[in-house]
């Protein structure tokens, strides 16, 4: 007898070991509706970036400023030889001069009935020609001089002091501080179209890594890039305490608008997903087995460490935390 119940006893064990409870821990699956981040990248530029040229062509013949230079709005930045240029000027002042006499004289000559009424008219037209020469001589006058339209920093000089330039021909680019900085990505259709005017962004820049830049979407392109094929999308970052260029790289993730609600489960609830099939381990209300539940997986919410699943009802709780020891109908002890 006692040898029968030392073999009852050994064939019990190993059944009582197997039936040892697991400790887990569990989160109940939700209802919410999240926000799925769009990645992209671009590159860092000026809102308003303009380029400065000279309206006549001539001799340089001084650059006040060089590359990367601060300038303030008003400031004077280049200016041409203004010798050609101050003659044309007095020689359309004095060709008005002389329109004006003639007016006058073959005005006077009419009252006197000495000239004739197209005589008369033919010096009012050559007088309002000298002064529209005049307009123009003084309009490339002002415009031979280049000043600073907006308060900004010089990205760019083209040129240099005593070399002869064209009329439009490129002297500066300027980058606006009076402007918000802004990054243009490009989305492919079906991320433009969840994208819309308001949406928050974040990114990050190479030149500061543990930085976390916050930026707004301001604008989105109604037709794709024709060389690309993607959509422009123009993100506009608020004035920052990090000192930043024109020409940095970006990255980040734009947060598009919420989605309708969806059954969610912590990533760490998902085993053995693949491709868009996985498992769960439900454990129901008043059990204390746990049950290996399909699931289809519908999104993935990075931001959220959560996944969209089909297969789940909305009350159910899952294993977040120990189901890697777990199997169907596993006995569990749950950790509070």
Known sequence: MGVAACQSAAQDSPKQASETAVPVRIAPVRQV???????????????????????????????????????????????????EIDAQVMQAQQALEKAQRDRQRAENLYQ?????LEQVQNARTAEAVAEANQRIALFNQQHSTIYAP????????????NEMIGPAQAVFKIASEETAWVVNVGLADREVVQVHAG?????????YPADTFTAVVTQIAEAPTP???????????????RLLKSGFVARGRILSRPTAPQTVVPVEALVEA???????????????????????????????DAVAVQGLPTSAQVVVEGAPYLTDQAPVHVVR
Do not use: M, W
């Open 33 to 83: 509706a999240l926000q799925e981040p769009i990645h992209c990248s671009g590159v860092l530029t000026a809102g308003t970036e303009l380029t400065l040229s000279f309206k006549t062509g001539g001799l340089i013949e001084r650059i006040y400023v060089e590359e990367g230079a601060h300038v303030r709005r008003g400031q004077l930045l280049a200016k041409l030889n203004l010798a």
């Open 112 to 116: 006197d009935s000495v000239a004739t």
């Open 150 to 161: 907006q308060s900004g920093r010089i990205l760019k000089k083209f040129v240099e002091a």
């Open 199 to 207: 949406d928050s962004a974040f990114l990050q820049f190479d030149a």
């Open 227 to 241: 060389a690309s094929g993607t959509y422009e999308v123009e993100l506009q970052l608020p004035p920052a305490a």
């Open 274 to 304: 693949d491709a868009d099939q996985g498992f769960v381990y439900q454990l129901p209300d008043g059990e204390q087995r746990v049950q290996r539940t399909p699931v289809t997986i519908t999104a993935l919410y990075e931001e959220a």
